[in-house]
């Protein structure tokens, strides 16, 4: 079975930085990597991608502030969140796109809460 697992949240002040992580196990390959968030009542949105080659793309609300990587050995994706401000208090979450037989699937993890408050 394929596993994702995020972990890195936690509280934070305004201005603050926190290190996102998301551990994959159990498939054969993983392409895309993926940050997601969520707040109360709104939409979930991509917050940052990085493929298997290691391109990277982010949401605009988040650029210059965060930075996406990833570990190959590790199968890990990070998220260093710089600068934080209270609207990306969110809870977070990571998706990858694994082949773990014939077809890749996405999966998701169970999220991190990230909260940015004085």
């Known amino acids: 079975q394929v596993q994702v697992v995020e972990s890195g949240g936690g509280l934070v002040q305004p201005g603050g930085s926190l290190r996102l992580s998301c551990v994959v196990s159990?498939?054969?390959?993983?392409?895309?990597m993926e940050w997601y968030r969520q707040a109360p009542e709104n939409q979930r949105e991509l917050v940052a991608s990085?493929?298997?080659?290691?391109?990277?793309k982010y949401a605009d609300s988040v650029k210059g502030r965060f930075t996406i990587s990833r570990d190959y050995f590790k199968n890990t994706v990070y998220l260093q969140m710089n600068s934080l401000k209270p609207e990306d208090t969110a809870l977070y979450y990571c998706?990858?796109?694994?082949?773990?037989?014939?077809?890749?699937?996405?999966?998701w993890g169970q999220g991190t809460q990230v909260t940015v408050s004085s």
């Open positions: 159990g498939g054969r390959i993983t392409y895309n």
């Open positions: 990085i493929t298997q080659s290691g391109e990277t």
């Open positions: 998706k990858a796109d694994v082949l773990r037989m014939v077809t890749p699937h996405d999966y």
